[in-house]
């Protein structure tokens, strides 16, 4: 039925059909609520509800609401928040769903606020395995309780430091299963649940503030079962601890191994003689009261290590044995490299390769692979573990084949020279025996000055007489004489200049061959002996 007029369910001055009450009026409705439900969840940014000129910044997927006064969490977020700014407001209370509906967030800082009490559920319906931060820093709480994180098993990152805290439950942390970093510096913590950290709970967990606290002892066999990765970022100076041999041995350990912990804040390590606070001492600067303490004694908390060394060639497989006194099926291992990565069966990326029995296998060992190799055995029945280290050392290649290169070249050197040595001693070339004996004739002579202008004649005795008359020269005295060039002229020999005619010192200027002739005569006359002396040691160089 078709009608134009006034009546209720029709639109004025527009042709509709009536239908049923409750036919449009309940789809209605629900559409409504939809649409103010969605409008609800996608507003452009909460606003303080005293004052409207007081709003939150909203960029993409950011929303701060910091330093706006706020004394509670704004009820209307968007839903696409991803980090959620509530710091330096003045929130006390986190209540129960106060951030529901927002599954993408990932950061929530409420920071400087002042929180005392975070109420079960406060976390719930919220991203959940999504958030990876939360910053409760500069607060007012004063007990971690257990029901505090239970809905946020992805966290990576938790700041209470700079609280009240005196307490932590033994259960505040058991949840965070990811948890990798926590901050609890700068409380009135007396005390500390370390048996609550375990390798299953958090196996990934690498730093653990407890500085600037009110620590009394250390519970020094729970420090030693603690996981390696959380001993070597477990951070306890300015605390108030009280001076002990045990603890002294603990921090000293720490520091010959490295630890970061010890070695960036070594000026505020600090204890109590006999508990007096008057009586602070920063022990690793001023440690004669530990000088009568036996630091080589094994205490709970080095017991477990046990040090090892492994040597391997570059390019080498080596095995490294997880040594412990452990025992049973229910064993389990895991490795640590130098670069701080994480090695469980069957290993990783084709380099280590681990076995059933805790065995870590380098491969192919590089010069990057030396250093220290941490190993943790751990039976999960009697909840215990033992710790080792093997200290690994890579020989470079180049090394080797440069010690073999110059021992070769040692060796090759020595039997050169000895070569040479034998060549000089036994392969001179042989003298003719009949040379010494030959007699020179004067013909030979004339023919070896007529080949040669300037033949020189070396003889190791000086002439029998000098310039001076009665003058004889020593016999020990043996001089090199060069014998003057004679010169051919109209077929006969010239003696040349400085000659013994124009000196005077032979023949007396006789003529040459006169002078030859003399020479031979007085050499007949003087024996063999004088025949000897005259040719035995006489070369004639030819040019």
Excluded at 166 to 175: D, F, M, P, R
Excluded at 241 to 259: A, N, Y
Aim: aromatic fraction near 6%; charged fraction near 15%.
């Amino acid at each position: 039925m078709v009608n134009v007029g006034s009546r209720a369910g029709f639109l004025q001055g527009v042709v509709a059909v009536r239908l049923p009450p409750l036919w449009w009026s309940v789809p209605m409705l629900v559409c409504l609520q939809l649409l103010q439900s969605d409008t609800a969840h996608t507003t452009a940014c909460p606003s303080q509800a005293s004052s409207q000129t007081n709003r939150c910044l909203c960029a993409s997927d950011i929303v701060s609401c910091a330093a706006l006064g706020l004394e509670w969490v704004p009820g209307e977020m968007p839903v696409s928040a991803v980090t959620l700014d509530l710091s330096h407001n003045h929130i006390s209370q986190l209540k129960g769903g106060a951030f529901r509906g927002l599954s993408r967030l990932e950061t929530i800082r409420l920071a400087h606020n002042r929180l005392t009490t975070v109420h079960p559920g406060a976390f719930q319906n919220t991203s959940g395995p999504q958030l990876r931060h939360l910053d409760l820093s500069s607060n007012q709480l004063r007990v971690v309780e257990h029901h505090y994180f239970l809905e946020l098993p992805g966290l990576e990152e938790l700041l209470l430091f700079n609280n009240r805290i005196v307490q932590v439950e033994s259960q505040a942390l058991s949840g965070l299963g990811n948890l990798q970093r926590a901050y609890l510096s700068h409380n009135r913590l007396t005390h500390f649940p370390f048996f609550s950290i375990q390798e299953q709970s958090h196996p990934h967990l690498t730093m653990l503030d407890l500085s600037s606290n009110r620590l009394l002892k250390l519970p020094l066999e729970d420090i030693s079962n603690l996981p390696l990765l959380v001993q070597r970022g477990l951070y306890l100076h300015n605390n108030s601890l009280e001076c002990e041999c045990s603890m002294f041995r603990l921090f000293r350990h720490w520091e010959q191994q490295g630890f970061a912990s010890v070695r960036h804040f070594r000026h505020e390590h600090t204890c109590r003689v006999y508990g007096l606070q008057k009586a602070t001492v920063r022990f690793f600067q001023h440690d004669l009261y530990f000088k009568n303490c036996n630091l080589s004694a094994v205490s709970p908390a080095l017991g477990q290590q046990r040090a090892h060394s492994v040597s391997v060639k570059e390019g080498k497989a080596a095995l490294l044995h997880c040594v412990t006194a452990l025992s049973g099926h229910s064993l389990t291992f895991l490795w640590v490299s130098p670069n701080q990565e994480y090695v469980a069966p069957p290993g990783n990326n084709g380099s280590l390769k681990m076995f059933t029995n805790g065995s870590l296998e380098i491969v192919e060992a590089h010069v990057e692979d030396a250093g220290v190799y941490w190993c943790m055995a751990l039976d999960q029945q009697q909840q215990r573990n033992q710790t080792s280290e093997v200290n690994v050392t890579v020989a470079q290649r180049h090394h080797e084949s440069h010690e073999f290169n110059t021992g070769f070249t040692t060796l090759l050197g020595c039997v050169v020279s000895l070569l040479l040595i034998l060549m000089y001693l036994y392969l001179t070339p042989c003298r003719c025996s009949h040379c010494a004996k030959a007699t020179p004739t004067a013909s030979t002579e004339n023919e070896a000055g007529a080949g040669s202008a300037k033949s020189s004649i070396l003889t190791p005795n000086p002439p029998a007489t000098t310039e001076g008359p009665g003058h004889k020269v020593s016999t020990n005295k043996h001089v090199v004489f060069l014998e003057p060039i004679r010169e051919q002229q109209n077929g006969k020999l010239r003696a040349g200049p400085g000659s013994g005619a124009e000196k005077g010192h032979v023949g007396h200027g006789l003529p040459l061959e006169a002078e030859q002739q003399q020479k031979l005569h007085d050499q007949k006359a003087g024996g063999p002996a004088s025949f000897t002396n005259v040719f035995s040691d006489t070369h004639i160089m030819l040019p």
